[in-house]
């Protein structure tokens, strides 16, 4: 059974930094994509981050390009975003996401960590 459990989000105020992580189990880690995306209410769930298996493919969404950074320890089985300068923008609920594309399609979501930037 497939788990990505994530951790550290909560709340934050404006221009501080948060650190979340994203634990898997139950597959190959070191095979598959690691992505990190943001819903909130009312609109579509958004990607902000990715970092392919071997670190050579990394990619930011622009609003987020500078201030986030995405990393892996393959050792760990964990995914990790750094948010640094988080502002009220970033508001959201976050999911992490492990996908490939072969041999299959597979495609794993973590619970959502909630983090909230106000003061």
């Known amino acids: 059974q497939v788990q990505l459990v994530e951790s550290g989000g909560g709340l934050v105020q404006p221009g501080g930094p948060l650190r979340l992580s994203c634990t898997v189990s139950?597959?190959?880690?070191?095979?598959?994509?690691m992505n990190w995306y943001r819903q909130v209410p009312g609109k579509e769930r958004e990607l902000v981050a990715h970092?392919?298996?071997?670190?050579?493919?990394?990619w930011y969404l622009v609003a987020v390009k500078g201030r986030f950074t995405i990393s892996r320890d393959n050792a760990k089985n964990t995914a990790y975003l750094q948010m640094n300068s988080l502002k009220s923008e970033d508001t959201a609920v976050y999911f992490c996401?492990?996908?490939?594309?072969?041999?299959?399609?597979?495609?794993?979501w973590g619970q959502g960590a909630r983090v909230t930037v106000s003061s």
């Open positions: 996401n492990s996908w490939r594309g072969r041999p299959a399609v597979e495609d794993y």
């Open positions: 970092m392919s298996p071997d670190d050579d493919d990394i």
């Open positions: 139950g597959l190959f880690f070191r095979a598959y994509d």
